[in-house]
């Protein structure tokens, strides 16, 4: 592995190189630290540095690639390639002991900014689009339906019916642009209730904005599911991050009525891709999000779209 880094240079020849999971690793080399990750395809690691330098332009928190001595931001090795970053300083969001609003509002506006400045990006071709609407009824639902049995087959196709109905339309005229498609909290670092940096741009792509912000609330609520009391404190977490983020970047009401129904499909992906990867245990946690998702309905789904009119509301006035 030392060989592969002396790609960027001379000082990590004596590097420590740790493991943290399958391809990423920590190097230490003197008193600076980075992150080292295995990738797959060169051009799209050129596309992911050229975004990263706009972003950087637009003073959002991130951590560049770096260029090795091949004048390239890529190392190869064995028909291999690897990206190197520096590490940012902080907390990763997975330690996070409490959801606090501050912290909510400030993660909320730096994904408005974060999305401002994909809106802005004129490369956009570069970057493949996502149609999670599609994904659903393509592999999500053929794949729970073939995992989930009686009696939940029954509550499993009146969800189905209920996002055929109720969201289809709307679907079709949701914004789209450019969003990072990993916003969670293992891709966020914080610290004294502030986002200090985004990482990994690896899964940018076209698609409905409030994938991103859904996608995030998603992951905050497993992450907190198994603790009833940090599930009690989810939705007020979810309504400070939705405040945030209209604080910097305005929504639009049909993706206020649209917000439940995307964390519905979301959640019906996740299931899917750990079924197909074989994690049954991770994906009947995401089978019973959804139902709780679903028993919530009458509840949860007015209450995420008043809360983002209001917000739009106040903003206008």
Same mark, same amino acid.
Request: hydrophobic letters at 40%; glycine letters at 6%; proline letters at 3%.
């Given at each position: 592995? /030392?060989?592969?880094? +002396?790609?960027?240079?001379? &000082?990590?020849?004596? $590097? ?20 080292? &990750?295995?990738?797959?395809n060169r051009t799209k690691v050129f596309d992911e540095y050229?975004?990263? /330098? ?12 770096? #260029? ?48 401002? $400045? ?6 956009? +071709? &570069? ?7 599609? +994904? ?21 196709q009146e969800l189905e019916q209920a996002i055929g109905g109720?969201?289809? /339309? ?52 497993? @992450? ?20 945030? #983020?209209?604080? &910097? ?9 649209? #917000?439940? *129904? ?11 891709? /750990? ?21 919530? @309905?009458? *509840? ?9 009119? +209001? ?7």
């Open positions: 592995m /030392n060989k592969l880094l +002396e790609q960027w240079g001379s &000082k990590f020849k004596d $590097a420590r190189v740790s493991s943290i999971r399958g391809g990423i690793w920590q190097v230490e080399s003197a008193d600076e630290r980075f992150i080292l &990750k295995r990738r797959r050229e975004l990263m /330098n706009w972003l950087q332009q637009n003073d959002l928190p991130i951590s560049q690639l770096l #260029y090795s001595t091949e004048d390239v931001p890529w190392g190869g090795r064995s028909g291999s390639i690897y990206v190197l970053y520096p590490f940012l300083e902080g907390m990763s969001g997975t330690e996070l002991q409490n959801l606090n609003i501050p912290l909510a509002i400030d993660i909320g506006a730096s994904l408005a900014k974060l999305h401002r $400045a994909f809106s802005q990006y004129e490369a956009v +071709e &570069k970057f493949p689009s996502f149609d999670i609407f599609n +994904e659903v009824a393509s592999f999500g639902w053929p794949t729970i339906h073939g995992y989930v049995k009686s009696p939940f087959r029954s509550k499993l109720d969201f289809v /339309n709307n679907y079709e005229m949701l914004e789209r642009q450019l969003v990072h498609g990993d916003f969670h909290l293992g891709n966020i670092v914080v610290g004294d209730n502030k986002l200090l940096g985004i990482l990994d741009f690896d899964r940018v792509r076209m698609g409905v904005r409030v994938f991103d912000l859904c996608y995030f609330t998603c992951a905050v609520l497993s @992450h907190t599911f198994k603790n009833s009391l940090k599930k009690d404190d989810w939705l007020t977490f979810t309504k400070s991050f939705i405040k945030g #983020y209209i604080k &910097k970047q305005s929504l639009t009401k049909i993706e206020a009525h649209s #917000y439940f *129904y995307v964390m519905c499909l979301i959640i019906i992906v996740s299931a899917a891709m /750990n079924l197909d990867a074989g994690n049954t245990e991770q994906a009947d946690q995401n089978i019973s999000i959804l139902f709780w998702l679903y028993d919530q @309905h009458d *509840y949860l789904q007015p209450m995420l779209e008043n809360a983002i009119l +209001e917000d739009i509301q106040k903003q206008i006035n």
